[in-house]
């Protein structure tokens, strides 16, 4: 299979700023490919290089096998890129602004944006400068994709959709993924990557620390469990257990391992209250990528 996008050894340097090093990534042909890792870690950094909104101090890129620098404008043609923040002319109604974003590409892009304005609900009579920050971000998705690109980057591409339209959202790459075209999806949300990728590059303070299939991040199953007891508890220990915090009846800790092992483990306490949920990416670097 023909790798869509590849790096090797992908560096930039922001002065005394971290940037990103040594960032290696092969995203295959019809896959959505995880880009994942908190806040600041540098993904938004690595698809700006790639795009060549910024220059790599060093490394390579190539998308379709053509270096991102110097092919620059032939890459683009068969490109959707979705910042992770959208700044517009506020006087421009959305249908103006997706025209003359259409135009650049040499072909007649109505219909389809007349049919993506129709899924996201969006109504493009509107001026950008009155719209919620929801309805700007479906602007952006109508402005990636209306021209049936090849490669779909999104970076934090769901900030300012309702639930609702998230699962529209995500029903539509899918869809598109389907078609042929190639994802890749970049957030900090755990969950969302689980919903529709194939692979992930976990990246951290620049670098990429691990990639694996999304098969093997579900098996790892990592739950963030807080749980209120009816009396004291002086201390709390459990296989598989990380970062546990104690205060007086309260527990806190982040697990990986038997679902089962940690109900029996809870079992042992009459309980208030207990909470079992998804930790944020941040915590699961925290505890586990020291």
Known sequence: MNPVIETHKLTKNYGKSRGIVDVDIIVDEGEIFGFIGPNGAGKS????????????????????GLDC????????????????????YDNMRALDLLNYSASFYHKD???????????????LSK????????????????????????LIILDEPTNGLDPLMQKTFFD???EENKKGATVLFSSHILDEVQRICDRVAIIKEGRIINTQKITELREQSYKKV???????IPQFEIEGGANVAINH?????????DVNALLHKLSQYRLI???ISEPSLEEIFMHYYR
């Open 172 to 174: 539509l790459i899918q």
């Open 226 to 232: 807080a749980f209120h007891a009816a009396q004291p």
């Open 249 to 257: 009846d309260r527990v806190s800790f982040v697990f990986k391992g």
């Open 127 to 150: 001026k950008i400068e009155d719209m919620s920050l929801g309805n700007r971000k479906k602007v952006g998705i109508v402005q990636g994709l209306l021209h049936s690109p090849k």
């Open 69 to 88: 620098h110097k092919n620059r404008e032939e890459i683009l043609r068969n490109v959707g890129y979705l910042p992770s923040e959208i700044f517009y």
């Open 45 to 64: 950094t690595t698809i700006r290089t790639l795009l060549s909104l910024v220059y790599k101090t060093s490394g390579e890129a190539k998308i379709f």
């Open 109 to 123: 892009c109505s219909a389809r944006i007349t049919e993506l304005a129709d899924l996201l609900e969006l109504d």
């Open 273 to 275: 209250n207990l909470d």
